[in-house]
């Protein structure tokens, strides 16, 4: 079964602190997709980056790094010098090879980011 | 840039009225989805939509709700009658014709029933 743990339920850093948000799946599938997704205080879902589990290769964004490992199940998400508007909660997301034809997510629980200032 | 819109953001309702909540998907897409979120917790899949059919329904997803595109733009989700454990933020998603793409959501719908 598809499963996405996030066990980080909060998380406090002071501005400028690099943070790194955890992220274990589960899946039996070979060919899978991971997704962040952002939920900033307004509610609305924004996505971040789309990884197909044929490329473990690492990516950076800006402040934003994925680390992607199949040997850990691992997606994890580092923001570089955190701002108070990273503060949001942040969601992983798997989706993979559907029976239905149609990539649902499973969602893991969320981490709850805060930048103090 | 194109995106999903949903309305209304805020829908508040009394136990056993039936609600419709609207989204308009992006136009060229094909794919759509209707996830939920309860206060505070995860976003959890209720269906998808393709071909004007239902391609997958989690078990959230009951005789209580249904799913329609009635007019080629619009994707809407009926909940016939309304409880109040369906109070939760409703979200809207489409993808276009590859369904490996990423699901693009709009900024939700807060049910709250009363």
């Known amino acids: 079964a598809q499963k996405v743990t996030q066990a980080q339920t909060e998380i406090s850093v002071v501005e400028k602190e690099d943070v790194t948000l955890d992220c274990v799946y589960e899946?039996?599938?070979?060919?899978?997709?991971l997704f962040w997704y952002k939920q900033p205080p307004s509610g609305e879902l924004v996505f971040l980056i789309r990884?197909?589990?044929?490329?473990?290769q690492n990516e950076i964004s800006g402040r934003y790094s994925w680390n992607f490992q199949k040997s850990t199940s691992s997606f994890n998400f580092t923001i570089t010098a955190s701002q108070v508007v990273d503060s949001a909660v942040y969601f992983c997301a798997l989706s993979d090879y559907p029976t239905s034809g149609t990539y649902k997510y499973i969602f893991g629980t969320g981490t709850r980011l805060k930048v103090l200032a | 840039e194109p995106e999903v819109t949903q309305t209304p953001s805020h829908q508040v309702t009394q136990m056993g009225q039936e609600v419709i909540l609207r989204c308009v998907p992006i136009?060229?897409?094909?794919?759509f989805y209707w996830y939920r979120q309860i206060l505070g917790q995860k976003v959890e899949f209720l269906v998808s939509?393709?071909?004007?059919?239902?391609?997958?329904k989690s078990e959230i997803f009951d005789d209580q709700f249904s799913v329609e595109r009635p007019d080629g733009s619009n994707f809407t989700l009926k909940i016939r009658s309304t409880k109040l454990e369906d109070s939760a933020m409703y979200f809207c998603a489409s993808s276009p014709r590859t369904a490996r793409s990423e699901a693009f959501f709009g900024q939700g719908t807060r049910l709250t029933v009363v």
């Open positions: 136009s060229n897409h094909l794919y």
């Open positions: 939509f393709y071909n004007n059919e239902i391609s997958e």
């Open positions: 990884r197909n589990s044929f490329d473990e």
């Open positions: 899946t039996r599938d070979t060919t899978y997709y």
